[in-house]
């Protein structure tokens, strides 16, 4: 490389990491004056917090404990900490979840409905305000239920909701093991696995584990000029004749309105200590500035995915949809992400990104069935919009640019016939139909189920309005 094209990059990756640091540090925090004025709450619910504390002292805080502001804080999105509950519950047991909910659950049958509301939180990474948090209802966290036990035979490993991905692969990594799980370090593991709290509220998972080497892992930030050809590229990489299995792609590209820049910046995952493979070769060979790719834990690299995307206290908006993977369309999308971009461009600490992700048969085939609704011998490609900008007064605009994103793309896909209805729960917004794609036998399945063991509908959308409901 020329000293020009040396001064250039390093010139792109220190105003992307300035970026960084600047929407970061100067986000507004106005969490605690915002606690401070919160409206009480009605009288039912003050009931409710009687009997919780007199049940479980210790573990129920309202806003004037020190403890309630630490919880909010650990909601990802600024705005789904300013959805402020009444009061916070935090148990550190599956028995103390068990008596909270009881007593909610008798509470609610008593009221009026929709009088007292709940929510439950994990991780706090779903980007929807509202879906883990309840405005002057009571929030149970589960954020202190955080043990990670690996059996003895070392075919399972037991995790309870509040542990992060970090702390599964750390215990994971001593043993030479892994299991399937999120991506990026801080993610809860609650939310992530369930996409939704719509039966009960789950206090422990059991996970296959699978043994894993180190692997080969990290981010490549390419020139823009490249992007049409690596979009090529990783349609042919994503079809089921060409596919590795060891090997994947998160092929994100992202806006930086303030630099008005767009960044090919794919995360690169060979899950052997392979440097380099064929598989991936299209990525490595084609121009790029940066690359962090090195051979890493399993841990390690959900750090390094963290920390090169993942900022916690920003406003945030997920949105998404599913097509089977074909050329035109990946590269409709692409056109479909570069009109919504420039509608932000002038939103402060806006990154405006979209990410292309393979679903492949050999994945969604493992096992042999699944009550998702996919079943195809087809990729699929999940799209997923991400933003986040710095202030509330945008919020409308980064919405609307999102979605029209969204609408345009699935317009795009019927029309060359290759949409598929699956949205990924975890990625969606707020009234997309994500348990439509599930296909109407399977929805009605899950109802059955949900009719069967809360047959009272307190995990329902009057008592615990958050999420995509059933019931
Ligand atoms: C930076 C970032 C990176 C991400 N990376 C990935 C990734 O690599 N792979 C991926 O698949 N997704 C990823 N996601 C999406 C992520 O899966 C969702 O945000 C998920 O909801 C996070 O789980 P959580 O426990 O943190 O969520 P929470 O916000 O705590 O919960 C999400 C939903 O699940 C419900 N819920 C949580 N725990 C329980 C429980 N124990 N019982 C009943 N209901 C419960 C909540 O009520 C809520 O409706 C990412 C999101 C972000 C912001």
């Given at each position: 490389m020329d000293s020009g094209k040396i001064y250039t990059a390093l010139a792109a990756v220190s105003a992307v990491t300035i970026y960084y640091f600047y929407a970061r540090w100067t986000a507004p925090d106005k969490l605690k004056l915002a606690v401070l004025q919160a409206s009480a709450p009605n009288d039912a619910t003050k009931r409710t917090y009687q009997s919780l504390i007199g049940a479980l002292p210790r573990r129920v805080f309202t806003p004037h404990d020190g403890e309630f502001l630490k919880a909010l804080k650990l909601y990802f999105a600024s705005q789904a900490q300013h959805v402020l509950p009444a009061f916070i519950v935090r148990p550190t047991s599956m028995e103390e979840v068990a008596t909270a909910v009881r007593i909610m659950g008798k509470a609610i049958t008593a009221?009026?409905?929709?009088?007292v509301q709940f929510a439950v939180r994990s991780g706090g990474h779903s980007a929807i305000p509202g879906a883990a948090g309840v405005e002057g209802g009571i929030l149970i966290d589960l954020s202190l239920l955080n043990s990670v036990i690996v059996a003895k035979n070392s075919k399972t490993v037991d995790v309870q909701p509040g542990v992060r991905w970090k702390d599964v692969y750390r215990t994971l990594d001593a043993h030479g093991l892994s299991c399937a799980g999120g991506r990026a370090c801080d993610v809860g593991v609650g939310g992530l696995i369930l996409g939704?709290?719509?039966f009960a509220i789950v206090t422990k998972y059991t996970l296959h584990t699978f043994q894993q080497a180190k692997l080969w892992t990290g981010h490549i930030y390419h020139w823009p000029s490249s992007t049409p050809s690596l979009l090529e590229s990783y349609y042919h990489f994503s079809r089921p004749e060409n596919y590795d299995p060891c090997a994947t792609v998160i092929f994100a590209i992202g806006y930086f309105g303030l630099l008005n820049l767009h960044v090919p910046a794919p995360s690169v995952h060979y899950t052997n200590p392979v440097k380099n493979p064929p598989a991936l070769q299209w990525l490595t060979k084609a121009p790029h500035f940066h690359s962090t790719l090195k051979i890493r834990t399993m841990s390690e690299a959900t750090h390094t995915v963290n920390s090169a995307s993942a900022m916690t206290g920003l406003r945030w908006h997920f949105t998404t949809t599913t097509f089977e993977n074909n050329l035109d369309m990946t590269l409709s999308a692409h056109a479909a992400y570069r009109t919504g971009s420039s509608k932000v461009r002038h939103v402060s600490g806006v990154c405006f990104a979209i990410v292309f992700q393979p679903l492949v048969p050999s994945a969604t085939k493992y096992h042999d069935n699944n009550s998702l609704g996919i079943d195809t011998d087809k990729t699929l490609t999940v799209v997923l919009i991400s933003v986040y900008w710095k202030r509330a007064i945008d919020d409308e605009k980064v919405y609307a640019a999102s979605e029209e994103t969204i609408r345009t793309i699935e317009s795009e896909a019927k029309a060359m016939g290759v949409?598929?209805?699956?949205?990924y729960a975890n990625y969606a917004s707020k009234g997309q139909e994500v348990l439509e794609g599930y296909g109407a036998e399977r929805v009605r399945m899950l109802r059955e189920v949900a009719k069967k063991y809360d047959p009272s509908g307190v995990f329902g959308k009057r008592s615990m309005p958050g999420g995509f409901k059933l019931q």
């Open positions: 009221a009026q409905p929709g009088e939704g709290n719509n949409y598929h209805p699956y949205k």
